[in-house]
């Protein structure tokens, strides 16, 4: 695995539906027009509410008038009580800017300011528009420079004028019918009986004839305290609607902020969580270092093939705990800032050497990376990553490769050897044999021609073991108790066992699984091993055979003897064909157990140390330790168990 420079981006935008841009402004739209027709809403409430408090003052104000008019008429009070006075009166009140009464053509009948009484305020047209009845009515009307707010209707004080005609003998009332209401006296300001006269007695017509229409009064007030009042109300509205959209736009924001935040949070958890678990399954070994050079993380597969765990290791210098390989490596990414992946022995702390693809990088920030500091640092180094990648296996199968080559190369071989060799050796044995027996019986002759026949005997086996281990493996394979097996070939090396002064020895784990295999050839491939311990101890030991099975489930058959060892560099290539560390010997033997226990999907290999406890296997290769011979079998499945 190549790893180049790693950037990390503050600013990256995080996937997932989260809130454009466009759907803040439509909401704020939305919310705009409802806070708006809200306002509007208000802002006609407020209208129509002073209209009608004016409409209400105004019928008010035409009631008292009305009450003081007929009050007058029926008590025949004073002059104080005359309808001018009244009318004057009324128009003293603040905001109130003219009371009239006039008759139906528009002529002032009664007014607040006198010397308007007898004009002609309104045409019939304007008469027809303002249709006076008996209901209140308002208009706004302009007086001089001023807004009026005018409330008007027919003026009846007496509430029915017939009822006035049955107190005062029917019909014979007329303007002498209220002297103290009309009054002798001019009103201030007027003299004699002029218009004003003239005008109270034509209003005290329409009182007392039944015939002629009711006058109308009219009150007008002033509008500007109202307009005033109403539009510090508009404006306090306005800044009451600014404020609570502002509110309702911060408020939407904040939930869209709240909700992206919720997201983001849970995106990070799925993030790391994913993240976790990526490095938790990653098949390579993976090693941090923060930026300050200490030991940050290691996942599980870092931790097997370094032999350390992170707890042990967390917050300290590599160079003192970690391999000579791994500082080199980061090392090298202080210098390159990156590292292509490089095949190195890593030698643990126990002493073996594991090969390993070490490749790195420097993990940068987008804050001016590359650029140095003033205490020396790099700014924007996060820290930095190197990756481990066990390369055992891949070492195994380039040996096997290999190996698969020779063996194709003897295949090649092993069909013109079996025809070219075997018929000359046939004859040379023929000629052995029949001048053997011309010679005398002790002679030196017929000794050699013994010693030619036993020669032509190995190298024909030599031919069959080559023909054996090029050819495919045609197996007959029954479910077999390998425990029984096994006991069967320990008593067939009991006499050669005995006359060598080996000790054999047969541990067998409780409940082992039955193994598809061919008893003979797998019978073969254990006694080759059992005869190459033997072998390996002229003086006598002890060869002992325990069978179990590991963590996977699988058969194991541990072969232990306490020879004089393999050295490292013979323990890579004793399944060589024709490799032998022996004097004589073909160099097929181990071959063919390997070829055996292959074809029965299982594997064999050799470590130093007799039958020791894995971890406690001795690595460094000296001799005089044994070796001890470990085969894997998959067990059968249950149907196929006898």
């Known amino acids: 695995m190549e790893l180049n420079a790693m950037k990390l981006h503050r600013e990256q935008r995080l996937p997932g539906p989260f809130a454009s841009p466009w759907l803040v402004i439509g909401g704020a739209v939305i919310l705009g027009v409802i806070i708006l027709a809200m306002t509007l809403r208000n802002l006609d409430r ?28 029926r008590h025949r009070l004073g002059t104080e009580m005359r309808m001018q006075v009244l009318v004057e009166e009324m128009a003293a009140q603040p905001d109130i800017l003219f009371i009239m009464v006039t008759d139906h053509a528009g002529r002032v009948l009664a007014h607040s300011e006198p010397d308007k009484q007898g004009a002609v305020v309104f045409s019939p047209e304007d008469m027809s528009q303002l249709q006076p009845d008996e209901a209140v009515s308002w208009r706004i009307m302009a007086k001089e420079n001023t807004r009026a707010f005018v409330v008007y209707r027919r003026f009846t004080p007496l509430q029915g004028r017939e009822s006035l005609r049955g107190r005062n003998g029917g019909n014979r009332h007329g303007d002498d019918a209220f002297p103290d209401l009309l009054g002798d006296a001019p009103l201030p300001g007027q003299g004699g009986m002029g218009p004003m006269r003239n005008a109270q007695r034509g209003l005290m017509s329409f009182f007392t004839s039944p015939d002629s229409p009711p006058p109308v009064i009219y009150v007008g007030m002033d509008v500007t305290p109202f307009e005033q009042a109403r539009a510090d109300d508009r404006r306090h509205t306005i800044v009451m609607a600014a404020i609570l ?52 993380f290691l996942n599980d597969k870092a931790e097997g093939l370094l032999g350390v765990t992170l707890d042990s290791v967390r917050g300290k210098r590599p160079q003192d705990v970690l391999p000579a390989a791994v500082t080199g490596a980061l090392a090298a990414l202080n210098t390159h800032g990156r590292l292509h992946e490089t095949e190195a022995e890593c030698r643990l702390a126990g002493g073996s050497d594991v090969p390993v693809g070490i490749s790195g990088a420097r993990v940068l920030t987008d804050d001016a990376p590359g650029e140095t500091a003033r205490n020396g640092s790099m700014v924007g180094h996060v820290g930095d990553i190197i990756i481990l990648r066990d390369l055992s296996e891949v070492r195994r199968l380039q040996q096997e490769v290999r190996r698969k080559e020779k063996l194709a190369a003897i295949g090649s071989l092993a069909a013109g050897v079996a025809h070219e060799i075997r018929n000359p050796l046939s004859s040379i044995k023929g000629y052995a044999t029949y001048f053997g027996t011309r010679f005398p019986e002790d002679s030196e002759d017929r000794a050699a021609a013994g010693i030619l026949v036993q020669e032509v005997d190995r190298l024909n086996r030599v031919i069959t073991d080559l023909i054996g281990l090029a050819r495919p493996s045609d197996l007959n394979r029954v479910p077999t108790d390998v425990a029984g097996l096994a006991n069967h070939c320990l008593r067939l090396l009991g006499p050669d066992a005995a006359a060598q002064g080996v000790s054999l020895s047969l541990e067998n784990a409780p409940h082992l699984p039955f193994v598809n295999l061919d008893p003979d050839r797998f019978a073969q491939a254990l006694l080759n091993v059992c005869l190459n311990g033997m072998e390996a101890m002229p003086d006598g030991g002890s060869l002992s055979l325990r069978i179990d099975t590991d963590e996977a489930g699988m058969l194991r058959v541990r072969v232990s003897d306490t020879g004089h060892g393999i050295s490292p560099e013979a323990r890579d290539r004793i399944f060589d064909p024709y490799f032998t560390t022996k004097s004589q010997g073909t160099g097929l033997g181990l071959a063919i157990v390997h070829k055996i226990v292959e074809a029965h999907g ?15 296997v001795p690595a460094d290769g000296t001799e005089g330790r044994g070796t001890t011979f470990t085969i894997l079998l998959p067990p059968a499945q249950p149907e196929t168990t006898p």
């Open 46 to 73: 407020d209208g129509k509410q002073m209209a009608r408090i004016l409409e209400e003052k105004g019928a008010a104000l035409i009631k008292a008038l009305e009450a003081g008019a007929r009050t007058g008429m």
């Open 245 to 296: 959209l502002l509110l309702g736009f911060a408020g939407f924001t904040s939930l869209i902020w709240a909700q992206n935040v919720r997201r983001s949070r849970r995106m990070l958890k799925d993030s790391q969580a994913f993240s976790a678990e990526i490095i938790a399954s990653l098949p390579d070994g993976l090693v941090l270092v923060d930026a300050t050079g200490r030991i940050a």
């Open 602 to 616: 299982g594997t064999v290999h050799a470590a130093p140390g007799p039958q020791q406890p894995q971890g406690e």
